[in-house]
């Protein structure tokens, strides 16, 4: 998405500290798949996203999120599957600390809920079964109006 002017800032602060945290251009296929499984979270601190597609997708493969309220995802939040931060930096700095507590038992586990979490709300089967409620009850409603 949009930087707003940030990206020379992060830029640089990652120039003069390398470590693990790096940006990455759009990956796809069996790129993506190899980075997601060399990852354990996924960050997106967002102000605003639609469908928050990037996010889906990571986190079906079990990567912990770490998302704002603009990522409209509140379900994740509701199930305790995602841990809240803010788009700001003094909002996620504490959240990315937090992340250095956990232990590789905590990880795994949360890793388990936000794949389940998956399963259950937006794989094929789920989403399925969603339009076919909806659907269902769409037919029901016309056939009691026209009655």
């Known amino acids: 998405g949009f930087d707003d ?8 602060i990652l120039n003069t500290n390398p470590g693990n945290i790096f940006l990455k251009d759009p990956v796809y296929g069996t790129e993506k ?27 079906s493969t079990g990567l912990i999120p770490l998302i704002s309220d603009g990522c409209n995802l509140p379900e994740a939040f509701d199930a305790e599957t995602a841990l809240r931060i803010g788009p700001k930096e003094d909002e996620i700095i504490p959240r990315l600390n937090l992340l250095l507590s ?13 794949h389940q979490f998956i399963q259950e709300n937006y794989s094929i089967e789920a989403i399925a079964e969603k339009q076919a409620n909806l659907y269902s009850g769409l037919l029901d409603s016309a056939s009691a109006t026209l009655k």
Do not use: T
Request: net charge negative; proline share 6%.
């Open 102 to 114: 956990l232990s590789n038992e905590d990880m795994e586990q949360r890793s388990r809920r936000i």
């Open 33 to 59: 798949q190899q980075l997601f499984a060399s990852c354990h979270f996924f960050i997106l601190p967002s102000q605003s996203e639609g469908a928050p597609m990037a996010l889906l997708d990571a986190i």
């Open 5 to 12: 002017g940030e990206l020379p800032k992060l830029e640089a």
